[in-house]
């Protein structure tokens, strides 16, 4: 595998620190400690199959929690333009995340920028796949398993091919302890977790919170 390449900075560009999105979050207490540690990115998943889902209403309670600078991001699976709509009436998200099977046409068809979730698989050109989306502001790229996400899983890392379009927000099965190899491997310009940093599904742990920033430090060095 050679090194993701940093497509915002050139080669001669000073070390930069990782972005860090926290996603799933369905509690205030879980917004205010993971912005203090400095997220750089929050998660709200608009998926009700899934145990971290939040309605509009715990949305717009969440989302008044949040501080300047920190951005909003809120994620969905293979949605109808109507559900994506009815969000994004109340709730003032920055950016959506788009984990399912979506075209490029819904992507882009709100007044957001989007990051488009890839499931990484064996015998998947990711390169191909990525050029459909060339406005997609990142990709996220994620295990691929039976659920649509937050499963937890890491992937090989070996599967990410050099020359990726566009800036790479690396996911699954991300924890304290597998984050700074993860970062030195790859060099993402972000991380994204979910279960890793959970003391129960929905629910953060704020010491599993501080330990994967630490960690993240750690892997920029
Ligand atoms: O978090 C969820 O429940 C979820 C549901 C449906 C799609 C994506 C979901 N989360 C995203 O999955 C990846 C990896 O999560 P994990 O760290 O392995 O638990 C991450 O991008 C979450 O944003």
Redesign the pocket.
């Known amino acids: 595998m050679s090194q993701n390449p940093d497509p915002q900075n050139s080669n001669s560009a000073p070390p930069r620190r990782v972005r860090v999105k926290i ?2 979050l369905t509690r205030s207490e879980d917004v205010r400690e993971a912005c203090r540690l400095g997220a750089d990115a929050l ?1 709200f ?1 608009f ?1 009700p199959p ?3 889902a939040v309605t509009i209403a715990q949305a717009e309670a969440l989302l008044a929690e949040v501080p300047p600078f920190v951005t909003t991001v809120g ?1 969905f ?1 293979n949605p109808t333009p109507d559900e994506v709509e009815s969000v994004l009436e109340r709730v003032p998200l920055d950016l959506l ?1 788009f ?1 399912g099977d979506e075209p490029p046409e819904l992507c882009r068809r709100f007044a957001r920028p989007y990051l488009k ?1 890839l499931r990484v698989r064996p015998g998947l050109d990711l390169l191909e796949l990525a050029r459909c989306y060339p406005d997609a502001k990142g990709l ?1 790229l ?2 691929d398993s039976a ?7 890491a992937f090989d890392w070996n599967l990410i091919p050099p020359g990726l379009p566009c800036p790479v927000v690396l ?4 924890t304290p302890e597998t984050v700074a190899e993860a970062i030195a491997r790859v060099r993402p310009w972000a991380v ?5 940093v959970e003391a129960a599904k929905g629910i953060k742990c704020p010491q599993k919170m501080a330990a994967f920033f630490a960690a993240v430090t750690r892997g920029m060095r």
């Not at 996911?171 to 991300?174: I, K, P, R, V």
């Open positions: 996603c799933g998660g998943v998926y899934s145990p971290r994620l699976v995340q984990h979730a996220l994620d295990a659920v649509w996400g937050g499963s937890g899983r996911a699954g099965g991300l994204d977790v979910s279960s890793g």
